[in-house]
T-cell receptor, first 110, second 116 residues
Framework: DAKTTQPTSMDCAEGRAANLPCNHSTISGNEYVYWYRQIHSQGPQYIIH???NNETNEMASLIITEDRKSSTLILPHATLRDTAVYYCIVSRTGGFKTIFGAGTRLFVKA | GAVVSQHPSWVICKSGTSVKIECRSLDFQATTMFWYRQFPKQSLMLMATSNEGSKATYEQGVEKDKFLINHASLTLSTLTVTSAHPEDSSFYICSARGSQSTGEAFFGQGTRLTVV
């Protein structure tokens, strides 16, 4: 599975959009981009995933570049409860493993 | 969204005893389940992958005789930490993936194990 690179940490003001980048320059054509987050002392939470097209759900939007070498997770109106570690993972579907990197620690400040 | 329930949330046990952690998918059939452990300030480390009715596949460096995994049904997997020692103290997390998914996994709330 392709490797991902994310910033170690980011800050965001409450109520503003949080834009979390992820580089995955070695992504293969059949690999999806998945985003999860982990709030302190809890299990990770699935957020969103996509293959080529931009995706949006009730939690976030996922913007994937045309060459698919990078993506951005957007939390449109960040709240204090969005403070967490966000993980960008690239993987094929089916029975493949979900391997976690270091992720980005997002701090939402009042 | 899909719900995965993990029990217990925390457990304290004495050295040398065994501890069983349960992971249940409540509203979907989990064809594949994964077990992770997480030490403070670190990321999740995959321990093993199990498919219903099959033996678990362990990651390199994980002792299969110490961490017994059973995935007997499409809604239940268990992890038993045998002969626990203080160094086994950690946050254990399960996740499950259904046959209908496009690769997304859903996670339990985690179990904090403390071995004294």
């Amino acid at each position: 599975d392709a490797k991902t690179t994310q910033p170690t940490s980011m800050d965001c003001a409450e109520g503003r959009a949080a834009n979390l980048p992820c580089n995955h320059s070695t992504i293969s054509g059949n690999e999806y981009v998945y985003w999860y987050r982990q709030i302190h002392s809890q299990g990770p939470q699935y957020i969103i995933h996509g293959l080529k097209n931009n995706e949006t759900n009730e939690m976030a939007s996922l913007i994937i570049t045309e060459d698919r070498k990078s993506s951005t997770l957007i939390l449109p109106h960040a709240t204090l409860r969005d403070t967490a570690v966000y993980y960008c993972i690239v993987s094929r579907t089916g029975g493949f493993k979900t391997i976690f990197g270091a992720g980005t620690r997002l701090f939402v400040k009042a | 969204g899909a719900v995965v329930s993990q029990h217990p949330s925390w457990v304290i046990c004495k050295s040398g005893t065994s501890v069983k952690i349960e992971c249940r998918s409540l509203d979907f059939q989990a064809t594949t389940m994964f077990w992770y452990r997480q030490f403070p300030k670190q990321s999740l480390m995959l321990m093993a992958t199990s498919n219903e009715g099959s033996k678990a596949t362990y990651e390199q460096g994980v002792e299969k005789d110490k961490f017994l995994i059973n995935h007997a049904s499409l809604t239940l997997s268990t992890l038993t930490v045998t002969s626990a020692h203080p160094e086994d103290s950690s946050f254990y997390i399960c996740s499950a993936r259904g046959s209908q998914s496009t690769g997304e996994a859903f996670f339990g709330q985690g179990t904090r194990l403390t071995v004294v």
